[in-house]
Nanobody, 114 residues
Framework: VQLQASGGGLVQPGGSLRLSCAASGRISGFTYMSWYRQAPGKERAWVSTIYTNGDTKYADSVKGRFTISRNIAKNTVYLQLNNLQDEDTAVYYC?????????WGQGTQVTVSS
């Protein structure tokens, strides 16, 4: 399975974007899927996770502004980014995990700037 992230771009503070992570295979087989981000000069950081049962978790820095969701039929996981701030500027990556394999997608750049 391969993951293809898309949807990044340049947005003004307060704006919104929706990121997509499309899998080449079934996502229902993964224990969870997550989004991470890596800002310039910083380590990659966890952002959000959606589990097989639909439960979700968020980093405190994005709670209330970002929403993770999925469309199982389309084998796609989404990350809705609202009220974007300068500190949200980063390359965003998706990850799929099972006990036997971890798969990363390529990143998509999100730039928040006025």
């Amino acid at each position: 399975v391969q993951l293809q992230a898309s949807g990044g771009g340049l947005v003004q503070p307060g704006g919104s974007l929706r990121l997509s992570c499309a899998a080449s295979g079934r996502i229902s087989g993964f224990t969870y899927m997550s989004w991470y981000r890596q800002a310039p000069g910083k380590e990659r950081a966890w952002v959000s996770t959606i589990y097989t049962n639909g439960d979700t978790k968020y980093a405190d820095s994005v709670k209330g502004r970002f929403t993770i969701s999925r469309n199982i039929a389309k084998n796609t996981v989404y990350l809705q980014l609202n009220n974007l701030q300068d500190e949200d500027t980063a390359v965003y990556y998706c990850k799929a995990w099972t006990a036997r394999v971890t798969i990363w997608g390529q990143g998509t750049q999100v730039t928040v700037s006025s």
